[in-house]
């Protein structure tokens, strides 16, 4: 590959990209709360839950597009990115199980064990959540480094929870599947290359 | 010497001193004749002892936050699309088991003696408002058909109009939308047939021009921009119902104790309010429908 500067960023430019990346990674938020507090949204808390959860979601897919996206010939200073987008996935997904917890069940703990158990979205949605945590707290370099070899094991389970969250989605519209189905198209895409290399080793582009 | 620029001032060309006095009001009466009469025309509307005392929510709120998926199914998305919806002109065709069949044309509906009606409205979602509505009872045009004795219910059907409703273009539901009663609840005083909002002419994404407000009921059942009205012996199909029968009954009646089997009804979420507050039974009108259902299970007949 051609030794531009995208392709081979200095380490202080990957910071100013990384810390582009943190303040753009705030803009959906910022514009949710400007709406809800603002008065444009007519209803502030589903503005807030549906903004937080759709975030959510599309963090989440873009972190787990960069292993595709690197194998199909993006440079290789995209995997520093991705942390910040997990975490980024995990901040939103925060929001939104607090919005419900509060402003919907109002910290009603019994109602709450009761939803989960009753509504399947629910379910799903908590399991999501559930398994983003761990991998939210193994994120650093120390864990990185406690947890050797299992570190990659128990991240794997962000394609588990992925598949969780889109089926949260389509579990809770109540009519037009169109946004959830085209969640669910790029993940199915994005697995679907995973295993596919997997399956072909010899096919897919080898990454350097 | 020629001073010709005088003359060419024609008299008829010069605005009448009274005219020119005036002329704000002559402005005004000529807007009017360009715009459609409908949009300026306040709607004269008496008070209603049906009406709730609390206070509804704003213009702003009620007509833009709308579900009326003939123009999309984003909420916001009526508010951008209704007004291509022609209302003028516009006929209600009334029939099935009807001695006098007859369709009404809108001109015909703003003659019945129109009543401030001020309703809560609580949405299938888990959300609620309240409107002040202007409208009549249904049962006054009813009785002007003379429904037969066969006539056990109503059903209706908002116009379909895939050149003025972008989002028929998709099946999201089976067009037209179809809604439904039994006769008795067609013919309970509280249900209306809205004209009006705030006085005023109903706006597209509202229903216009004339819809059905039916209380005690989810949002879903009181159909908008009503073409057909049809008395009939058998229970009409409808459309939520026939899109998902186990979450949608024919009579939808607002009930915190049988949940939608996705999400709980037992609260809502008032527009404008924080937090959530209790759903009551009949969205509060039990004391005046409750009567209807008796004897029935209404776990059963969600």
């Known amino acids: 590959m051609r030794p531009t500067l995208l392709s081979n960023p200095s380490t202080a430019t990957v910071g100013r990209i990384k810390a582009l990346l943190f303040v753009l990674c705030l803009l959906p938020l910022a514009i949710s709360l400007w709406q809800a507090l603002g008065g444009q949204a007519v209803n502030p808390v589903e503005t807030l839950t549906r903004d937080s959860g759709s975030w959510a979601l599309n963090l989440l897919l873009a972190g787990l597009a960069v292993t595709p996206l690197r194998r199909l010939g993006a440079p290789g200073w995209l995997l520093r990115l991705r942390r910040m987008l997990g975490l980024y996935a995990f901040f939103y997904a925060s929001v939104h199980l607090l919005i419900y917890l509060w402003l919907d069940q109002l910290f009603d703990w019994p109602a709450i064990v009761h939803d989960i158990i009753k509504r399947p979205f629910i379910t799903v949605g908590m399991a999501a959540f559930a398994l983003l945590l761990p991998l939210a707290i193994t994120s650093t370099d120390g864990w990185l480094r406690r947890l050797k070899r299992r570190w990659g094991q128990l991240h794997r389970l962000v394609y588990l929870l992925a598949v969780l969250a889109v089926i949260h989605y389509l579990w809770l519209v109540k009519r037009d599947l169109t946004e959830p189905l085209l969640y669910a198209a790029v993940l199915g895409l994005l697995l679907g290359l995973r295993l596919w290399w997997r399956l072909r080793p010899t096919m897919g582009p080898r990454v350097q | ?302």
């Open chain 2, 1 to 302: 010497m020629l001073i010709r620029r005088a003359t060419d001032i024609l008299p008829s060309e010069i605005t009448p001193h009274s005219v020119y006095l005036n002329r704000r009001q002559f402005m005004l009466g000529s807007a009017g004749l360009l715009l459609p009469v409908a949009s300026i025309a306040a709607l004269p509307a008496s008070k209603s002892g049906y009406s709730t005392a609390e206070k509804p929510n704003s213009r702003q709120d009620i007509t833009s936050y709308n579900n009326y998926y003939e123009f999309g199914t984003g909420k916001d998305e009526p508010a951008i699309h209704a007004g291509r919806l022609k209302t003028r002109p516009w006929t209600v065709a009334v029939g099935g088991e009807a001695g006098k069949p007859h369709s009404f044309s809108i001109e015909e509906l703003l003659k019945f003696p129109l009543e401030e009606r001020i309703y809560r409205l609580r949405c299938v979602e888990g959300w609620s408002m309240v409107i002040p509505w202007v409208g009549f009872p249904l049962a006054s045009l009813l009785k002007q058909v003379d429904p037969t004795s066969r006539a056990k219910y109503v059903a209706f059907e908002t116009a379909l109009r895939p050149g003025e409703m972008p989002g028929v273009a998709r099946r999201v539901l089976d067009w037209p939308y179809r809604e439904g009663l039994r006769i008795d609840e067609a013919m309970h005083p509280l249900t209306i047939l809205a004209v009006g909002l705030y006085g005023e002419a109903l706006p597209g994404q509202n229903g216009a021009p004339v819809r059905l407000v039916v209380p005690w009921k989810y949002g879903f059942k009181s159909i908008k921009s009503i073409s057909r009205i049809t008395l009939l012996e058998k229970q009409p199909p409808t459309s939520w119902n026939m899109a998902a029968p186990s979450e949608y009954g024919f009579y939808s009646n607002v009930n915190p104790a049988v949940d939608h089997p996705r999400w709980s009804q037992a609260s809502e979420r008032r527009i404008g309010e924080f937090l959530k507050r209790k759903t009551l039974p009949f969205n509060g009108y039990a004391d005046q429908v409750a009567g209807l259902y008796r004897g029935m299970d209404l776990v059963k007949n969600f």
